[in-house]
């Protein structure tokens, strides 16, 4: 059971160690002198992964059930351990290296650092390639691994993402070419248009990788507040947008050039949930005068916009807008963008599940024996896709109760402590209400553990990770 898995580890591990090479040359540019710290990690992180894959090499016919779940959560858990290298030869102490790790790898955001404009350039960027690798890590996890899975209901995406013979794409590798094609060029015009908006091409860079993974990492402590453009905000919102739609979905759009795709389906729905949150929003700003105009759609957008897609980029203090703003930034944060994009929380699929559920309920009540079929639009979803959504919101939420109770144990208030989980487990990394609002750095090294197992929970859709402590997993 283990060949394979370690073997794939391995080269995981490698190509990590590669990109660790990137920011040690932009450490040299910029005449820094912290290059050594990711040199030395390259050459660990190259060496280690070199030799499982090697010592582990062979063909592989086929995967078992078992093994996939098996290498989701120790190809994700290796790299984000391995990821910390570099900010533990910069001097940061081993939980917080590896927190942030975690917190790069799975596009969460959270940092434990503090005057992040004093850090080096080449700090800035690792921060910035892990979000880059995590993001398009978790499109190809999702599109390949989840509807074999079957978790959450993933069997439902993968008829969305059908080519135009109605055949899902059948090599893992094929799909990953045309995702990572896509994932590049979103990249490049996010990059392109912010620093035709004002931003230095550094920052730029960082920016893009950060907004088409959604996470939402910045190298400004205010984040994209500090830059006090609205340009830059509008051409945020766009990019956390279309992060947050499928990445094979633009694929398939361009290939088969049917438009009508963008009024069905969870892309249909997200845009419309999206506008409807915005309106609500950017009434409730006005009508509190806390803004009015132009300026209070574009506080509305970007909010929404920024915590729906688990982005969770700061343009305002949007938790100090009153008791309203803050239980709708929660309802943003568990909305979650389409599945098979780079956004974590729940996803707008399964929402659509739960609704079709809920209205066949509705009929069944008083009609006990009318047959109802469970559909989304004109789709028919048959009862394993229901039941595996129902299995992931009991898991989900029932993770997010366990967690929380974990972390008030610690010293921490209730909306604390559920603020920082759903922070943690959607992947947004935004502050919810007043948790976090001092620095993640302040809190003890037990919460900072119990929250980066959180991201890792929710990046791998939960499911995938708990059935590995149950005994049945580990019976042959």
């Not at 370690?6 to 990109?19: D, E, N, Q």
């Not at 290059?35 to 582990?56: E, K």
């Not at 074999?148 to 069997?155: D, K, R, V, Y």
């Not at 990788?209 to 939402?216: L, Q, R």
Request: hydrophobic content about 50%; overall charge positive.
């Amino acid at each position: 059971m283990w060949q394979p898995v370690l073997m794939i580890c391995g080269y995981f591990i490698s190509v990590l160690g590669g990109a660790m090479l990137l920011p040690a040359v932009v450490d040299v540019y910029y005449g820094g002198n912290i290059w050594p710290a990711f040199v030395n990690s390259a050459v660990i992180a190259v060496f280690i992964g070199v030799s499982l894959y090697l010592s582990n090499r062979g063909e592989i016919k086929d995967m078992s059930i078992r093994q996939a779940y098996l290498l989701t959560v120790l190809s994700w858990s290796s790299v984000a351990l391995f990821s910390a290298l570099p900010f533990a030869f910069y001097g940061l102490k081993p939980i917080d290296a590896i927190w942030e790790g975690f917190s790069g790898i799975t596009t969460t955001g959270v940092s434990t650092f503090t005057n992040v404009e004093k850090l080096p350039q080449a700090i800035l960027l690792w921060r910035s390639v892990l979000n880059g690798l995590g993001g398009v890590g978790i499109v190809i996890f999702a599109t390949a691994m989840l509807p074999f899975l079957g978790i959450g209901g993933m069997q439902l995406f993968q008829r969305e993402n059908s080519d135009v013979n109605e055949k899902f794409m059948p090599k893992i590798s094929y799909m990953a070419k045309r995702i990572i094609i896509v994932y590049i060029t979103l990249i490049a015009l996010c990059f392109l248009s912010l620093h035709c908006a004002g931003m230095g091409w550094f920052e730029a860079i960082c920016h893009a990788m950060s907004t088409i993974s959604t996470s939402g990492t910045s190298t400004r402590d205010a984040s994209i507040a500090a830059f006090s453009s609205a340009p830059i905000e509008w051409i945020t919102i766009l990019f956390m947008f279309l992060g947050a739609c499928p990445l094979a979905f633009y694929y398939n759009l361009a290939a088969t050039r049917r438009f009508g795709q963008l009024r069905s389906g969870q892309v249909g729905a997200f845009v419309k949930i999206l506008l409807l949150y915005i309106l609500v929003m950017w009434g409730y700003l006005h009508f509190s005068g806390i803004a009015s105009g132009v300026e209070a759609l574009r506080k509305a957008a970007f909010d929404v916009v920024s915590l729906a897609s688990s982005t969770g980029y700061a343009a305002d203090t949007y938790w100090r807008w009153g008791t309203f703003a803050a239980t709708a930034t929660v309802i943003f944060t568990l909305t979650g963008g389409c599945s098979g994009s780079t956004s974590g929380s729940v996803k707008i699929f399964r929402w659509q599940v739960i609704i079709a559920q809920m209205k066949r309920a509705m009929i069944t009540i008083t009609e006990p024996n009318r047959m109802v079929p469970l559909k989304i639009g004109k789709i028919n979803v048959n009862s394993a896709v229901g039941h595996s959504v129902m299995v992931f919101f009991a898991a989900y939420f029932f993770s997010i109760v366990v967690l929380t109770s974990a972390v008030s144990l610690c010293g921490i208030e209730f909306e604390n402590a559920l603020g920082m989980v759903l922070s943690c487990i959607t992947n947004v990394g935004s502050v919810i209400g007043s948790a976090g609002v001092k620095g993640y750095a302040d809190y003890g090294n037990e919460i900072k553990i119990i929250l980066s197992f959180a991201m890792l929970l929710g990046r791998l859709e939960v499911m995938t990770m708990l059935v590995l402590f149950t005994k049945n997993f580990w019976v042959k």
